[in-house]
């Protein structure tokens, strides 16, 4: 079967510096993204790893280690618009973007 | 200028009834998608049309059944609603990439909230 695993909450302060989870056991796989979710609202697309390593996207980076079935989302200079829930999701359809989502963390950035 | 559009963005009606929710996407994709979203947050892909062709469809009851008129437009009409069927349904759109040429990434929409009482 497939199965992602995240953590289902995570607190920190504005400005701080947060890392989320993401493991993974998929029968394929393409590529790992990541997307941020406020309440009510739609999934929006931060980014997305094929390869191993850091991608950086303004304060949001990506890590992937396909050797570990692993990546996180880091989040930094968190600002209040930050609480939301984020999930990571696997690509394992070739070329479609079949995505199986993981439970989703939820963010909460206090003051 | 919405880039993907679904209506009715809140969906009320009884167990038993009927009921569709519209999706179309002014992106120029060739791939489109039905989500349902849980009360849990649970995203769970349902279907996905590639160029009005049915190209993948999960474990979903035949209640269900997805349309697509054109490579705009990817339609959802459910039969004999259940109080089960209550929530999220999130259509989105994406490129069709050649393998190992993927994204990652979908553009969906604000969602379309079904209450089955």
């Known amino acids: 079967g497939q199965s992602l695993e995240q953590p289902s909450e995570v607190t920190a302060v504005e400005g701080a510096i947060v890392q989320i989870n993401c493991t993974y056991q998929?029968?394929?796989?393409?590529?790992l993204s990541w997307y941020q979710q406020h309440d009510g609202g739609a999934p929006t697309f931060l980014s997305y790893n094929a390869l191993d390593g850091l991608e950086e996207t303004g304060r949001f980076s990506s890590f992937l280690s396909r050797s570990d079935s692993y990546g996180y989302l880091l989040l930094q200079e968190l600002q209040m618009k930050d609480s939301a829930s984020y999930f990571c999701a696997v690509d394992f359809s070739g070329g479609y973007n079949k995505l199986i989502f993981g439970a989703g963390t939820r963010l909460a950035v206090h003051p | 200028d919405t880039a993907v559009s679904q209506t009715p963005k809140y969906l009320v009606t009884q167990m038993g009834n009927d009921k569709s929710i519209k999706c179309e996407q002014n992106l120029g994709h060739d791939t489109m998608y039905w989500y349902k979203q849980d009360s849990k947050k649970f995203l769970k892909i349902m279907f996905s049309?590639?160029?009005?062709?049915?190209?993948i469809n999960e474990t979903v009851p035949n209640r269900f059944s997805p349309k697509s008129p054109d490579k705009a437009h990817l339609n959802l009409h459910i039969n004999s609603l259940e109080l089960g069927d209550s929530a999220v349904y999130f259509c989105?759109?994406?490129?069709?990439?050649?393998?190992?040429?993927?994204?990652?990434?979908?553009?969906f929409g604000e969602g379309s909230r079904l209450t089955v009482l």
């Open positions: 989105a759109s994406s490129h069709f990439q050649r393998s190992g040429m993927n994204t990652g990434e979908l553009f």
């Open positions: 049309y590639n160029n009005k062709e049915l190209i």
């Open positions: 998929t029968s394929g796989f393409y590529g």
